[in-house]
C-alpha cells in the first residue's frame, strides 16, 4: 500500500495545501517519512490524515466557480466501527460546503472495504447538497465495496459510477461528464 501515491497530475492546477480553504492549508508532505498506516500497512506519506484511523483522502480539485471537488480516498471505510462517513462529513466536506463546493467526486478504487452502519449521516449530506442543486458521486468504487454501499441503500444518497479512465482527463472534464449523465438521467 505504501506505493499507492495520489493522483499527481494535476498538481500544476490545484493543491490543498496551497488552498486557504480545506481543512489541509499549509500543510507540508515528506517524500520519505512513512508515518500513517491502515492496519498495520504503511500508506504513502502525500495521502491526509482527516481524522479516521482507516481512511485517508487527497483533495485532487476544487473549483469554487463551479462549485465542485475531486476527492480520492484510500483505505477502509468503516462506519460500522468507526463512524468514518460522520467524520469524512465533518472534519472534510463541511469546511468545503462552507466555501461553496456542492458536488462532490470521490474516487474510490483505493477504498479496498465497505463496511455500513447508519444511514442519516449520508441522507443529511444528500439533502443539504441537493438543495443547492447539488450532488455526490463515487466513481470506481470496487466491486466488494459497492455490495454493502448497495445493500444499505446508500446508492440513493451517493450515486455510483464506473468510469475507469478518469487519469486521462482533465478535472473540468470528468465534471462535465458527470453533470451531463446526471442530466440524462434526471431529465
Given at each position: 500500500m505504501h506505493l499507492?501515491?495520489?493522483?499527481?497530475?494535476?498538481?500544476?492546477?490545484?493543491t490543498a495545501e496551497a488552498?486557504?480553504?480545506?481543512?489541509?492549508?499549509?500543510?507540508?508532505?515528506?517524500?520519505f517519512e512513512f508515518s500513517q498506516t491502515v492496519y498495520n500497512y504503511y500508506i504513502h506519506p502525500q495521502w491526509d490524515d482527516f481524522g479516521s484511523r482507516t481512511l485517508y483522502c487527497k483533495i485532487?480539485?476544487?473549483?469554487y466557480f463551479a462549485n465542485y471537488a475531486i476527492i480520492e480516498l484510500i483505505g477502509e471505510w468503516n462506519d460500522a466501527i468507526e463512524n468514518d462517513i460522520m467524520t469524512l462529513r465533518r472534519e472534510l466536506t463541511d469546511h468545503l460546503f462552507a466555501a461553496g463546493i456542492t458536488r462532490f467526486i470521490l474516487i474510490?478504487?483505493?477504498?479496498?472495504n465497505f463496511h455500513s452502519s447508519d444511514r442519516e449521516y449520508y441522507q443529511e449530506w444528500y439533502e443539504e447538497v441537493t438543495d443547492e442543486n447539488g450532488w455526490i458521486m463515487m466513481l470506481n468504487m470496487p466491486v466488494q465495496s459497492q455490495q454493502d454501499f448497495i445493500k444499505t441503500?446508500?446508492?440513493?444518497?451517493?450515486?455510483?459510477?464506473?468510469?475507469?479512465?478518469?487519469?486521462?482527463?482533465?478535472?473540468?472534464?470528468?465534471?462535465?461528464q458527470l453533470q451531463e449523465m446526471l442530466s440524462k438521467r434526471l431529465g
Open positions: 499507492l501515491e495520489p493522483f499527481y497530475n494535476w498538481r500544476h492546477l490545484y488552498d486557504e480553504k480545506t481543512p489541509f492549508y499549509g500543510r507540508t508532505y515528506s517524500e485532487l480539485f476544487a473549483d474510490a478504487e483505493n477504498v479496498l441503500k446508500l446508492h440513493r444518497y451517493v450515486e455510483l459510477v464506473d468510469m475507469p479512465q478518469w487519469r486521462t482527463y482533465k478535472p473540468e472534464l470528468i465534471y462535465q
